[in-house]
């Protein structure tokens, strides 16, 4: 029987672990992007990107413009950023050693070991590269070594789900913020437009499957890919079917049925992304759309909780 | 690496005076002796990363950011050979069964004070007695379960002697587990020829003690491990025991109390829990009953325990068997209850509430130890001899204005055991003691063969608490009383 708070711990590991990696590849591409731009459009850059993690009223509290360091410093090592990636992995960490007796292993001493090596990295004064990278790589064997040592239980699911979850919303949010400055945004960004969708696709390492499907950089071709595409691991739709898997596993509902408010929503969501056309999307409005996808993985977020995480106070 | 050794004038556990080694340490002092410094050293370092890489570590909050310390881990064991080792095991298992039959009967019919073996006043201002007990019947009459008992060797008498009693929740087990897992890594030759006796049966013994307590019948009682969480020093171990034992680990609020019985919040709903086995202080454990300002505890646990709903090991209460001026009397309870002599003495002690004593010590306090009764783990303890005089005046004072709360003790030549200095890159001779792990299941006592030797690592200190600069060793009990041939 699983405790409430175990399942708590693993999903969270989960979603604090994705928004990490998430939020290490968000920068590293924009970094390497901005590195061949005339410097009028680099603060035009880097403010969507504190966008991107939500973080734009704490910051701007904080720092008086965005640029490669301040970002840097803030969505990297920043303990006054709850979703630094710092923070993030410490969070991770933290939850991964209250559970330690019931995850592997291997799995403790890889977080565990992540969590060394970005300490590591500050002492040394490594620069932002570095520092993305090692997270990124982190993500991957963390990914690798949950697949390959942990059993397939509720567990397992939870920790899934927590993945899928945060996945999907941070992709939903990054297609957003760029698209609404891209195709929004000042005339001045024009000629930078196409390198910008390049780095969208990187920073989600979609870029080389887009490449063998068009040859040109389209907006709708992008939003089609991240958002529908049921192939591609960090597409919205793709993230949706295994948070619905994972939920199905969990409660033992069958598919085409609901036994909570969070399949219900997870359900109807893959739906409207197996079925609605991009065009559609795009003639009903693209980031009205993405604001609601947002705000769905949200509230999914609060029913799993609801019905398997907390306990309402029993008195 | 033993070349310049001198045992001195200490007890030496594995050195004669003569500088030749015991026979139970002769296979080891040779695999030893004929060790280069460099291939020591990478086994030691190898050892020490072991440790870091599974998080088996101290945070210390000292410098804001909470840093990671090893509890520092000794490769050179102490060995004890089987002809002492069978000593010492009767001896403990006679104390351990006494202190439960005083805890019987303290919080039974309270024979013991109406025949004036020990005073009532001194029971009964303990700071652990719960009065909250006194009456309650516990699951199969047990209140220590698990038992840590303290010994050191008199260097004078080469007798072992019982320093004190932990009849609460003593920690340190799982470093025994870990460190022979680490010990026979670096070491497997010394094994191969000396017979250690295994420790690794402890989970499972405990695991059988616990799930006989169930108060339902069925032959699959729900067992849980109670933590106060990840910040408390000893999660590692807490957690480490949980996941051998393959028990639940919970915290307070992982659990409720309904209707008198004890349930854990679950996935699928709430599912009713049988035998708690807490690493929580009684103070802490159930806020409605104790401290009401406890997080880590039930509300409502005591209740459910009165109402036979649910066991706890060990026992509410049983602090006030390892106070420790009433330790002073556990050789009066073996005498009073088994009508035995005690095979393990007490160390001397005097009773600050008795006013001839506390008028010697109070002469006396550079040649003393002094105890604060109800504290463990080094704290609130004054060592006379090295103390400077601001310390020692401090405690004059405070002996006077609380003489209940203090004993004090002579010095004990503590006994040594070769140990690796990493300054000198040498093995010298410090000081250790023993805590073997006492299991009680109601009828007999089981001991896994040696338990946590503590070494003081600074040179010439006599203080082996983790919290003072102390580490740890293997500890082999042989299965024969000599260590065979290298």
């Known amino acids: 029987m699983m405790l409430s708070r175990i399942a708590d711990s693993l999903f969270w590991i989960g979603r604090y672990m994705e928004r990490a990696d998430n939020t290490a590849r968000i920068l590293d591409v924009n970094y390497h992007m901005l590195l061949e731009q005339p410097p009028d459009t680099y603060k035009l850059r880097w403010d969507p990107l504190i966008a991107i993690t939500g973080e734009k009223t704490r910051f701007y509290q904080r720092f008086q413009e965005a640029n490669a360091q301040t970002a840097f410093d803030y969505l990297g090592y920043?303990?006054?950023?709850?979703?630094?990636i710092a923070q993030c992995i410490i969070l991770a960490r933290e939850n991964a050693r209250t559970i330690r007796d019931r995850i592997s292993r291997e799995l403790w001493e890889d977080i565990n070991g992540l969590y060394h090596k970005i300490n590591k990295l500050r002492d040394e004064g490594e620069g932002l590269s570095r520092f993305c990278d090692a997270v990124k790589r982190g993500g991957h064997r963390f990914h690798g070594v949950c697949d390959a040592t942990l059993a397939r239980d509720e567990g397992w699911h939870f920790l899934q789900a927590g993945c899928a979850l945060e996945r999907a919303e941070m992709t939903a949010r990054i297609l957003d913020v760029h698209y609404h400055q891209l195709v929004e945004g000042p005339e001045i960004l024009n000629e930078a437009r196409s390198h910008a969708w390049v780095a969208v696709l990187?920073?989600?390492?979609?870029?080389?499957?887009?490449?063998?499907?068009?040859?040109?950089?389209?907006?709708?071709?992008?939003?089609?890919?991240?958002?529908?595409?049921?192939?591609?691991?960090?597409?919205?739709?793709?993230?949706?079917?295994?948070?619905?898997?994972?939920?199905?596993?969990?409660?033992?509902?069958?598919?085409g049925s609901y036994a909570n408010e969070a399949e219900r929503l997870t359900g109807r969501a893959h739906e409207s992304l197996t079925y609605d056309r991009i065009d559609e999307i795009f003639s009903r409005g693209l980031h009205d759309?993405?604001?609601?996808?947002?705000?769905?993985?949200?509230?999914?977020?609060?029913?799993?909780?609801?019905?398997?995480?907390?306990?309402?106070?029993?008195? | 690496m033993f070349e310049g050794y001198d045992p001195g004038t200490f007890y030496d556990e594995l050195v004669a005076p003569d500088g030749t080694p015991r026979p139970e340490a002769a296979a080891m002092h040779e695999i030893l002796a004929g060790m280069p410094l460099d291939v020591f050293e990478e086994r030691r370092q190898l050892a020490d990363l072991s440790y870091l890489v599974q998080g088996i570590t101290f945070t210390v909050y000292s410098d804001g950011r909470g840093t990671e310390r090893l509890f520092p881990f000794d490769l050179v064991p102490r060995i004890i050979p089987r002809h002492e080792w069978d000593v010492v095991e009767k001896g403990l298992?006679?104390?351990?069964?006494?202190?439960?039959?005083?805890?019987?009967?303290?919080?039974?019919?309270?024979r013991i004070l109406k025949d004036k073996i020990i005073p009532r006043h001194l029971v009964q201002s303990c700071k652990h007695f719960r009065r909250e007990m006194v009456g309650l019947n516990v699951p199969r009459d047990i209140y220590v379960h698990i038992a840590g008992i303290d010994l050191v060797r008199d260097s004078r008498t080469g007798e072992y002697l019982v320093l004190e009693d932990n009849a609460r929740s003593p920690s340190g087990i799982s470093y025994v587990l870990e460190n022979r897992l680490v010990m026979r890594r670096t070491f497997a030759r010394a094994f191969e020829v000396s017979e250690v006796m295994p420790v690794d049966h402890y989970p499972n013994e405990l695991g059988k003690i616990l799930r006989s307590l169930s108060p339902r019948t069925g032959d699959r009682p729900v067992v849980v491990l109670l933590t106060p969480g990840l910040y408390n020093s000893a999660y590692f171990e807490h957690c480490f025991l949980a996941q051998e034992m393959g028990i639940e680990l919970v915290e307070g609020r992982d659990l409720v109390v309904v209707d008198d019985v004890v349930y854990m919040k679950t996935i699928r709903g709430l599912t009713r829990v049988d035998v708690i086995y807490r690493r929580v202080d009684d103070d802490f454990l159930d806020p409605l009953a104790f401290r009401a300002d406890s997080l880590v505890g039930v509300p409502g646990l005591m209740n459910a325990y009165r109402a036979g709903n649910i066991a706890l090991a060990n026992a509410v209460g049983t602090g006030v068997a390892d106070d420790k001026a009433i330790y002073a009397f556990v050789p009066d309870f073996i005498r009073y209850y088994l009508g035995e002599e005690p095979i393990l003495k007490n160390v001397d002690t005097f009773l600050c509430s008795r006013p001839d004593h506390l008028s010697y010590v109070l002469e006396h306090l550079n040649e003393l130890v002094v105890k604060a009764v109800g504290e463990s783990g080094g704290y609130g303890m004054l060592m006379g001899p090295s103390a400077d005089k601001k310390t020692t005046e401090e405690f004059r004072e405070r002996l006077k204005a609380d003489p209940r709360n203090y004993i004090a003790q002579p010095v004990i030549p503590l006994s040594r055991c070769p140990s690796f200095d990493p300054a000198t890159g040498t093995i010298s001779p410090r000081h250790i003691d023993l805590r073997p792990y006492c299991l009680y299941d109601g009828e007999k006592v089981t001991i896994v063969p040696g338990g946590l030797t503590r070494v003081a690592l600074q040179k010439g200190s006599l203080v082996v608490n983790s919290s003072q600069g102390g580490g740890s060793k293997d500890t082999w009990v042989l299965r024969g009383n000599d260590g065979g041939e290298a």
Do not use: W
């Not at chain 2, 298992?93 to 309270?110: E, P, S």
């Open chain 1, 202 to 255: 990187k920073s989600v390492a979609a870029y080389e499957f887009y490449k063998r499907q068009h040859s040109q950089i389209e907006p709708n071709h992008v939003a089609q890919l991240l958002l529908l595409d049921p192939r591609h691991p960090r597409s919205v739709r793709f993230n949706l079917g295994v948070l619905q898997n994972s939920l199905y596993a969990i409660s033992g509902s069958v598919p």
């Open chain 2, 93 to 110: 298992a006679q104390r351990v069964t006494a202190l439960n039959l005083y805890l019987q009967d303290i919080y039974g019919k309270q």
């Open chain 1, 289 to 315: 759309y993405l604001e609601e996808m947002q705000e769905t993985c949200r509230t999914i977020g609060a029913h799993i909780s609801q019905t398997y995480l907390y306990y309402a106070v029993v008195s």
């Open chain 1, 78 to 84: 920043s303990a006054d950023n709850p979703n630094s």
